[in-house]
């Protein structure tokens, strides 16, 4: 019997221990969308690099084998905890608007949206982030210098990768865009055709802008040759930037926004993203419910309620916080989620304001990876061009596909964007402001776990992350956050969307009772590449979207 209590002693101590004084991970874990990436990375984590340095060359690489996600011309958000010190921190290399930008630049004389130029070519692109990120990242966090990170992607970027039906099918999405310039052209179609499935996409310019990275870091991109090639070509094909939009961008560190939801720790994406605000308001308003002994389609409805009424939020207040006073501490706070939810009807859907012509893209694009390594570092991480392929325009000399960020703007009160977002002056364009992201690289912590999670999607990409969270507080596995169905509401359009087998026939007969409209969506959407650290068992799991073609490993530490 006294064994019997001091053996229960022993594993409640070592339960508070590990809690307490977090031990070392026995593994390291890597999960992204790309199998080159992955192992691009845990090369990194072999040859002694952290996880920053390994986020480095996952970013690197997906850089180059994804140029339809993100890429050296576009921007992300890097959210890192730190072992040593406990410290967590998000690395912001969110495209910014050229200094010639102004408010109704993509309006007509008569203040109506020209088509598409926010979308396609050399005026849709923000000042990229992700070059200086990447060096920011090396420099501040990293132990292994650029010309090793970057060595994998350089290679890749050489040698060439194949087109697989994933590239195929997002070229053929963007074949039109991608038509308009030459460099694109020549790079990513083969005679203006989607290349044939196997075909080798080499990018030798792009190498070469790699290694000057490589080489000068900064400079490397932000100035001297690859900067005066990157303003002749925007300026030659209709944009607006000069030299200084290049050499002034600055990569800035923020504080990530930080839940307590029922206990569990969750740090996530701060403004210029709208992720964590939109997130905390949303699990604020859950907060006050008990979802575990709600029947299903009860939970369901008020999730979507607290979709609805978080997103709306996003709407109307969130921008860049340096350039309009977003009152991010309000938003925050329990008790404004208890007056959000005030009107929170468990028997019928509220009716968001109506608005039509609202088209949303399917989001296979933009890109997300999740690491860990021996010493507990993490890092997650979401980059973005936007829309597939960017903007579709490469500047000549360069191999850099550029983005089209300035869509995440709110190009006129109202219009909603690609993603069907809507917003108005806190996030109109400016000079050198961020525009609004959804993009939400997110820790969960408790005394037990850690989880490492993120996904694409456009304005999906919060709802997405809610439902892994979700999932996780009711005690399932990184295997189940990545692959449950899924179904969002974003406030406007009034419709919740849902993935196929999201719902039974009974659960979709009472939502529609309830008043919601419901639309099914043809393609099954996000792509979501998680990590799960179970801390008493010392275990780590990973574990890769089923939609997608990622790769999660998870690998012993050797000599530990
Ligand atoms: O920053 C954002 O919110 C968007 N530019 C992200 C775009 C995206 O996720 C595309 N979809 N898969």
Redesign the pocket.
Known sequence: MILKRLAILGLLLSLTWCSAHTVKPNEQAIASAHLAATQAGIGILNKGGNAFDAAVAVSAVLAVVEPFSSGLGGGGFWLLHESKGNRQIMVDGREVAPLAAHRDMYLDTAGEVINKASVDGALAAGIPGLPAALAHLSEHYGRLPLSVTLQSAIRLAEEGFLVNEHYQRLARFRQAALLNGEAARAIFLVDGNVPALGTLIKQKDLALTLKLLAGNGFDGFYKGEVAKRLVEGVRASGGIWTQQDLASYTVKERHPVVIDYNGMKITTAALP?SGGLVLSLALNILEQYDLQTMDEESRIHLIVEAMRRAYRERALHMGDSDFFNVPAEVLTEKSYAKQLAHNLDLKKATVSQKVSGLNN?E????THFSIIDRDGNRVAATL?V??PFGSGFVPAGTGVLLND?MD?FSIKPGVPNV?GLVGGEANAIEPKKRML???SPTFMETDTMVGILGT????R?ISMVLLGILDAQAGNGSASWVSLPRYHHQYLPDTIEYEEGAFSKAVLLGLTGKGHSLKRKEQRYGNMQVILWNKVANKITAASDPRGEGIAVVEKVANR
């Open positions: 993203s893209a989001g296979h694009d933009t973005s936007n829309y960020e995440d993603y992201s959804s993009m694409p999607g456009g304005s990409i």
